[in-house]
């Protein structure tokens, strides 16, 4: 798996089951939350390379080491919300 720098359409992100969740009015980035429970947060910094904070339904995080086998003590936060999309998609 790769990681994606693809933007991702609020179309497609409703396809997979993605809505928009509330965002703190002055935080950079938008927040997802899933159907099943997985959300998508922005960390809140307006040049973060990797913004992307993953969480699964239990509310660990889901590092980018998990598109490569070891979810949560390797990588980084995801670099787009479609990299973490497609990740949680092979997940079902």
């Known amino acids: 798996m ?3 720098h693809r933007r991702i359409s ?10 928009m969740a509330p965002k703190h ?7 997802y939350a899933h159907k099943d429970g997985w959300k998508i947060t922005h960390c809140g910094h307006p040049t ?4 992307y904070i993953l969480e699964d339904p239990a509310g660990n ?3 980018t080491g998990a598109a490569f086998g070891n979810p949560r003590h390797f990588g980084t936060a995801w670099p787009t919300v479609a990299s ?9």
């Open 2 to 4: 790769t990681l994606s």
């Open 10 to 19: 609020p179309k497609e992100l409703k396809s997979h089951g993605w809505t």
């Open 25 to 31: 009015p002055y935080a950079a980035g938008r927040n």
């Open 48 to 51: 973060a390379l990797w913004p």
């Open 61 to 63: 995080m889901i590092l």
């Open 84 to 92: 973490a999309v497609d990740y949680v998609a092979t997940q079902r």
